[in-house]
């Protein structure tokens, strides 16, 4: 509906209030107002439109907003006369990013709902790439649905979290108990949770970049500072130790890793973790080791728990069953408190505060935990040679890596790859644009590096869950959109 023009707005607001033309006359004359009948009924006709003392007379006369009267407001921003109060979201959120889901995310929505088919490489979401959860852990949902009505101990339930005390226990991870786990809906859940047990305003915490955003946001949403050390490329994209100790000061209160990591694809060995564990040690930091990706290990490397070097220290291990068991939606996820509990009782009794106040995590999906974690793991079969993911990065990773211009450190774990862009070849400044470009030239949804809290604008992930078929379409695009973009 076109917006009312003035003549509109007085008229109705005249009818409104029962006034004449000759009445809005009478009372200008009332207070000195300068207002000719010939002058009302030109406004009314639309003619002319008043001067600013008269329109000011006329939105008092009428009580209605003055702006809405001249039209800088919109009808539907006003009632009873008044503009509306207008409701904008919290300041808190001014330093939160998370683009795995933003802007780029909804141009890609906006095309596909306009009948375009985007070819989605954004999203670390396997079920619908084809990747599903084994059978016996759907039998089991099912056959426990309705022992499942109620809400859980606000931790989770006992079978649950024996299974996954027992986890710890192979991961080597001391001294948890099981009150020291945790269950959450998703890890993303317990992410949130101990940010905000956790950080005062000012307080400081050390994120990796590139990092999965979400650390950055939940830090950012407490109050807290996200500090970001660099992750280098030319190491593996292990993090830079010399970079870390830099950034130390005395707010620092605590140091995240992402092992394996998302969005680089990186399995960080012994010697780097104890390097880590000897900073937090030096430093008193306590060490929060997002594992999610922890099965997904490929190349015969084995996956090391940093909190299994560092009885000494306190520490907090999160995974899931989102990617190694491919249930994203069931929402499953548990962190473990480990190694010296005394120096955090006091934050302990926060994160129990924060636990018991969003009751419980998602029940039905506690109650396959158990079944998840034992007997066959169907997710070693995707990471061997012949396997799904080991033969998909093998593909996308040879076939971007044979671009001019396009350089990858060969992931070792997880489903993700990071791969650099030659910026001054293809002239490129903004990142955001180049994935908006891409996405409008090539239908292909891929997040630039920006989105991982990373500085400059020479990267982007791909999410190679995609079958072959599908990555090769993919590739083949991607290839050509770089023959000829330059921005
Ligand atoms: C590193 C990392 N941590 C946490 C999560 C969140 O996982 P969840 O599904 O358990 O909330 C993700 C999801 O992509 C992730 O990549």
């Known amino acids: 509906m076109p917006e009312a023009t003035f003549a509109d707005r007085l008229k109705m ?17 009332a207070q000195n107002v300068k207002l ?22 006329l939105a008092k006369t009428l009580q209605v907003e003055e702006e809405w009267l001249r039209g800088n407001i919109k009808t539907s921003e006003v009632s009873g006369g008044k503009k509306m109060r207008e409701f904008k979201k919290s300041s808190k959120l001014d330093d939160v990013l998370y683009d795995v889901r933003g802007p780029v995310v909804d141009e890609a929505t906006k095309m596909e709902e306009d009948g375009t088919q985007i070819l989605k490489l954004n999203i670390g979401n396997p079920a619908p790439f084809g990747f599903h959860t084994p059978d016996e852990v759907i039998y089991d949902m099912r056959r426990q649905l309705t022992q499942c009505e109620g809400y859980s101990p606000a931790n989770g339930l006992f079978s649950a979290r024996k299974a996954i005390m027992q986890y710890a226990q192979l991961k080597k991870i001391p001294n948890v108990t099981m009150d020291d786990i945790y269950t959450g809906n998703g890890v993303s859940e317990l992410i949130n949770l101990c940010m905000s047990a956790l950080l005062d305003n000012g307080d400081e915490i050390l994120i ?22 660099i992750c280098d ?5 292990y993090p830079d130790i010399d970079d870390i100790k830099k950034k130390i000061t005395d707010r620092t209160k605590a140091i995240v890793i992402i092992n394996p990591n998302n969005p680089t694809g990186s399995l960080y060995p012994k010697e780097i973790l104890q390097q880590i564990v000897d900073v937090a040690r030096e430093h008193q930091l306590i060490i929060f080791s997002d594992e999610i990706y922890d099965r997904l290990v490929m190349d015969g490397h ?8 560092a009885p000494d220290l306190f520490c907090v291990t999160y995974s899931g069953l989102s990617k190694s068991h491919m249930i994203a939606g069931f929402r499953i996820g548990w962190m473990i408190l480990s190694g010296n509990k005394r120096i955090a009782a006091d934050y ?9 106040m969003r009751l419980c995590s998602n029940v039905p999906a506690q109650s396959v935990v158990q079944t998840a ?4 793991q169907s997710v070693n079969d995707y990471v061997v040679p012949g396997g799904r993911l080991y033969e998909q990065r093998e593909f996308i990773y040879n076939a971007l890596t044979d671009i001019p211009g396009i350089t990858c450190v060969k992931p070792k774990a997880a489903f993700y790859m990071f791969p650099k862009i030659d910026i001054e070849k293809f002239n ?11 996405l409008r030239d090539k239908k292909i949804l891929l997040i630039h590096g920006g989105g991982f809290n990373w500085k400059q604008p020479d990267h982007f992930r791909v999410v190679y869950l995609p079958r072959i078929e599908v990555l090769k379409e993919a590739a083949r695009k991607i290839t050509d959109f770089f023959s000829y973009y330059r921005q």
């Open 428 to 438: 490129i400044t903004d990142d955001e644009k180049f994935a908006l470009d891409l």
């Open 233 to 237: 490329e030319q190491s593996e994209w």
């Open 13 to 29: 607001s005249m009818e409104k209030q029962g006034l004449k033309q000759v009445d809005l006359v009478n009372a200008a004359a």
């Open 373 to 376: 974690l034992g007997g066959h």
């Open 36 to 57: 000719g009948k010939s002058h009302v009924s030109q406004y009314v006709s639309g003619k002319t439109v008043p001067r600013p003392e008269i329109l000011h007379f």
């Open 208 to 229: 990796p970049s590139p990092d999965y955003p979400l650390w950055t946001a939940c830090a950012n949403l407490a109050g807290g500072k996200a500090v970001h050390y």
């Open 302 to 309: 084995e996956h090391i728990s940093i909190a299994s070097l």
């Open 348 to 356: 302990i009794e926060g994160i129990k505060m924060l636990s018991n």
